[in-house]
C-alpha cells in the first residue's frame, strides 16, 4: 500500500478525542484540534503537510536537516531562520543544522491583518456637527518611588464647519 496510515486507536489511547462528522474527522485533545482531514472515496484525507521527526532530534544528514529545522521550527513556536540559526550556534538544538525553512502555511495563517479603514466624507452643515476631539494626561514623573503628576487633563477640540482645509 502507498498511502501513510494513522491508527485512530492508537491516538485515542494518547487521549484524543476523534470526531467524524459530516465528512470531517476531528482529532481533538481538550480544546486543540490537533488533525483534521476531509472524507474523498471514503477515505479521510487529513489537511496540512507532514513533519517527521521523533522526540529527540540525532545528526540530521541532509535529506532530514529541512525536516529537522522545520521539526524545530514548529515546536519553538514557529521561530523564524535567525532564531533558529542562533540556537544551532549556540549548540542548543542537540546537534541538528540549520537549513533554509520552506513556506509555512501556519505563519502565514497566525499573522494578524487588519483591514484598512476607508476614508469617509463628512459634510457638516452647521456649528458643532462634526467635531474632532483629543485628551491627553496627566504627564506623570516618575523619581525613584515617588511619582509627581504634573498637571491637568489636557483636552484639544476642533470644530470643523468653520475651518477650510
Same mark, same amino acid.
Given at each position: 500500500?502507498?498511502?501513510?496510515?494513522?491508527?485512530?486507536?492508537?491516538?485515542?489511547?494518547?487521549?484524543?478525542?476523534? +470526531?467524524?462528522?459530516?465528512?470531517?474527522?476531528?482529532?481533538?485533545?481538550?480544546?486543540?484540534?490537533?488533525?483534521?482531514?476531509?472524507?474523498?472515496?471514503?477515505?479521510?484525507?487529513?489537511?496540512?503537510? +507532514?513533519?517527521?521527526?521523533?522526540?529527540? #532530534?540525532?545528526?540530521?544528514?541532509?535529506?532530514?536537516?529541512?525536516?529537522?529545522?522545520?521539526?524545530? @521550527?514548529?515546536?519553538?513556536? @514557529?521561530?523564524?531562520?535567525?532564531?533558529?540559526?542562533? $540556537?544551532?550556534?549556540?549548540?542548543?538544538?542537540?546537534?541538528?543544522?540549520?537549513?533554509?525553512?520552506?513556506?509555512?502555511?501556519?505563519?502565514?495563517?497566525? =499573522?494578524?491583518?487588519? #483591514?484598512?479603514?476607508? +476614508?469617509?466624507?463628512?459634510?457638516? =452643515?452647521?456649528?458643532?456637527?462634526? #467635531?474632532?476631539?483629543?485628551?491627553?494626561?496627566?504627564?506623570?514623573?516618575? $523619581?525613584?518611588?515617588?511619582?509627581?503628576?504634573?498637571?491637568? $487633563?489636557?483636552?484639544?477640540?476642533?470644530?470643523?464647519?468653520?475651518? +477650510?482645509?
Amino acid at each position: 500500500m502507498k498511502k501513510n496510515l494513522i491508527s485512530l486507536g492508537a491516538l485515542e489511547s494518547k487521549g484524543l478525542k476523534i +470526531t467524524m462528522e459530516g465528512g470531517v474527522l476531528k482529532a481533538v485533545h481538550g480544546a486543540l484540534v490537533v488533525m483534521k482531514g476531509t472524507r474523498r472515496n471514503n477515505l479521510y484525507f487529513l489537511q496540512g503537510s +507532514t513533519v517527521i521527526g521523533g522526540a529527540a #532530534v540525532t545528526e540530521a544528514a541532509d535529506a532530514d536537516s529541512t525536516d529537522t529545522t522545520r521539526l524545530w @521550527h514548529m515546536r519553538l513556536g @514557529h521561530a523564524g531562520e535567525k532564531a533558529l540559526q542562533g $540556537l544551532v550556534k549556540q549548540g542548543l538544538l542537540k546537534g541538528a543544522k540549520a537549513c533554509k525553512l520552506e513556506f509555512c502555511e501556519h505563519c502565514v495563517l497566525g =499573522k494578524q491583518t487588519r #483591514v484598512k479603514f476607508g +476614508t469617509a466624507i463628512h459634510h457638516t =452643515k452647521g456649528i458643532l456637527d462634526y #467635531v474632532h476631539t483629543d485628551v491627553w494626561g496627566p504627564p506623570i514623573m516618575h $523619581l525613584g518611588e515617588v511619582a509627581i503628576i504634573l498637571s491637568p $487633563l489636557l483636552m484639544t477640540s476642533l470644530e470643523e464647519y468653520g475651518c +477650510t482645509p
